[in-house]
């Protein structure tokens, strides 16, 4: 017992040994003790690690008995993941290849040259112009989201954004990825979005002690083949993709979707479309290595296993990683109104341009939607750590006189405090403000590089960045033309991370409300010689409508919108008389919280009839205006309405 608690205790004096600080550490745990008894969540420990050596380059700490030497320099973070890259080419692997060999052949989890013909194989399939390809279908899912809360008769709709949001993600992924449309606001219990959500379960017992194990006794789950992800669920997907691949061949089925863009890089058919050609989807963007660009080490031929274990890696990824971020967002517009209002008045102005119908071009221009998200990213990174192993001996020389040396040996492992050094006050000041001002023309040229990378470093990163970034600011494109993002009793605030979870999740979830901006609105207007009969037509009328109404099924109303400026200019009530001396009553409008949608025609058409009875019937001219108006938060002064006088009143059924 005393010979294996020495041969333990010389483990974590490895840094020591070598000169190099280092934090000091748990018996058996290391440094990752106050995670394990959850003291503090996976986001506060890196944050304490960084902090715990500042002013210097780097300094040992020990996940585990492992020793990993944390790195803090920004030239340092360079130097290892792309100057020396070749000396630092793979990830710390954290699933057995064999026990689940779905993951082991994915992008992330491959090494060495199989990852390198894996990358550049992959890389056309993930450029610019390969999301505009993809654009179409997953705009689609956005407009299916909002329309899921449209359709609800409530003016403020409560929601627990990570669960809406892992299904919008879920949606976005089957449909772009593996070819198929579902609706999970709608069909709650859908295979495909279960078994994801168990897929990314980062707080379920069996993953979080899987995921420890994989660190602490790999060779012992390696021995019982113990795998990550169920059987049940890795069998769904290569099912899915197996069937889709067959459908596909055997009826010539072409798709603007990921599999199609795969089965090209099959063919080798891609073309080799600069990523020059269209604008990028934002800031955060990583760039492709020439390892990626370089055609001489795709491979020649994809196997139907080489798809699934992508297409399913895409879906563990994007499913955490765009939900995630989109409760973080949301958080943040609903507690900063002030930056929610200047998001929204770009959104109502690309609306303007494009007449409501959005471009890949229109969205990649919104450069405060884009400000936001790469604040967000910066105060709230998905992946709050990344790491590297070394593949070939390596020596940080040192650069200041307290410095020796390093050697690094093949397997040892170096680890980069992503959150840490993106809330280091040295180079965003005040760093747990909100301000996406840090990203503006002007500012970002400031930020110093290798301080910003929530989707990696070097040719190793992410390679799935602008799918992600387009996903996630289509989403807020949707929801912000529709809705305003306010807090409720409900939402926590601040944000407490979660101690049970390894990735970065909120205590108590993120409770936020959408109000309702978008709404049916319609006004009723009569031309008479008389106002008596004026009145009587369009009261007449307006019975009329609210039949037609309730018989379509939308006989619920709100309250008329007082403090809002459009529809009071728009459709205020009033009596007076036209240049001709006849008299001129408009009613107010009537708001509806449902978009009516496909009912708008036989509505106008049925207002129409309407019009031409009483107009015969009464000698007046009778109007109705149907119409969709976009709520303003800005509340109108008294002024704005002088000299509208008479029959003001503000109605709701």
């Not at 205790?9 to 440094?31: A, C, D, E, S």
């Not at 109007?623 to 969709?628: A, E, I, T």
Request: contains cysteine; proline residues 5%; glycine residues 6%.
């Amino acid at each position: 017992m005393v010979f294996g608690y020495l041969i333990l205790n010389r483990r974590q004096n490895h840094w020591t040994r070598k000169g190099v600080p280092q934090l000091k550490p748990t018996f058996i745990f290391g440094n990752f003790w106050p995670l394990i008894v959850r003291k503090l969540s996976s986001p506060e420990l890196v944050q304490r690690m960084y902090n715990s050596g500042k002013d210097l380059r780097y300094f040992g700490i020990y996940q585990f008995l492992r020793p990993a030497l944390m790195l803090r320099d920004p030239e340092l973070i360079k130097q290892i993941t792309v100057k020396d890259f070749e000396h630092f080419l793979d990830h710390v692997g954290f699933i057995d290849p064999e026990a689940d060999p779905l993951f082991g052949k994915n992008l992330f989890a491959l090494r060495g040259m199989q990852w390198r013909e894996m990358r550049s194989t992959l890389s056309p399939s993930f450029t610019s112009n390969k999301m505009k390809y993809m654009f179409s279908l997953m705009s689609q899912n956005g407009e299916q989201f909002v329309n899921h809360f449209l359709q609800k008769n409530e003016d403020v709709i409560e929601v627990e954004m990570k669960d809406v949001t892992s299904r919008f993600a879920n949606d976005v992924i089957a449909s772009t990825v593996f070819g198929f449309e579902c609706d999970s606001l709608k069909e709650t219990h859908n295979e495909f979005y279960t078994l994801g959500k168990v897929a990314t379960d980062f707080t379920n017992l069996r993953t979080v002690l899987v995921f420890m194990g994989n660190i602490v006794l790999p060779k012992l789950l390696k021995f019982f083949k113990v795998g990550f992800f169920p059987k049940k669920m890795t069998s769904f997907f290569e099912r899915i993709i197996k069937e889709n691949i067959e459908s596909r061949e055997k009826h010539g089925v072409k798709r603007s979707d990921m599999i199609e863009l795969l089965l090209e890089a099959r063919k080798n058919k891609h073309n080799d479309d600069d990523h020059g050609d269209l604008p990028d989807t934002g800031f955060a963007t990583v760039e492709e290595s020439e390892i990626g660009k370089n055609q001489k080490l795709r491979k020649c031929e994809l196997t139907d296993e080489d798809i699934t274990a992508q297409a399913f890696v895409f879906f563990f990824a994007g499913f955490e990683t765009v939900s995630s971020l989109s409760c973080f967002i949301a958080y943040e517009l609903a507690v900063n109104q002030e930056i929610q209002e200047k998001l929204r008045n770009e959104v109502d102005a690309t609306n303007e341009k494009c007449s409501e119908q959005i471009t890949y071009e229109a969205l990649t221009t919104m450069k405060y939607m884009d400000m936001v998200v790469s604040e967000t990213l910066r105060k709230w990174p998905n992946a709050i750590a990344t790491d590297r192993i070394c593949t070939k001996s390596y020596t940080i020389e040192p650069k200041t006189p307290d410095e020796k040396p390093v050697h690094l040996n093949k397997g040892d492992m170096v680890f980069i405090p992503v959150y840490g050094i993106q809330r280091d006050p040295q180079y965003y000041p005040e760093p747990e403000r909100f301000d996406p001002e840090r990203f503006s023309d002007e500012n970002k040229k400031k930020i110093k590089p290798y301080t910003f990378f929530p989707f990696g470093s070097g040719p190793r990163n992410c390679i799935g960045s602008r799918f992600a970034l387009m996903e996630v600011k289509l989403l807020f494109y949707n929801i912000l033309s529709n809705f305003e993002i306010i807090a409720t009793e409900k939402t926590q605030i601040p944000i407490r991370f979660s101690k049970k979870a390894i990735n970065m999740a909120s205590e108590k979830g993120f409770w936020l409300g959408l109000q309702r901006r978008v709404k049916t609105a319609v006004g009723l207007q009569c031309q008479g010689p008389r106002e008596n009969s004026c009145l009587l037509s369009t009261n007449s009328l307006e019975h009329q409508m609210s039949k037609f109404w309730e018989l379509e099924g939308m006989d619920n109303n709100v309250n008329f919108t007082t403090d809002d400026e459009a529809c009071e200019i728009s459709f205020v009530t009033t009596t007076k008389r036209d240049p001709d001396g006849r008299f001129l009553v408009a009613l107010p409008v009537k708001t509806r919280p449902l978009d009516i949608g496909q009912s708008k025609r036989t509505a106008i058409n049925q207002f129409k009839s309407l019009e031409d009875v009483y107009g015969r019937a009464g000698g007046c001219f009778v109007s109705c205006r149907l119409d969709r108006y976009r709520v303003s938060p800005r509340v109108v002064p008294p002024s704005t309405l002088e000299g509208q006088s008479g029959h003001s009143r503000h109605m709701c059924l």
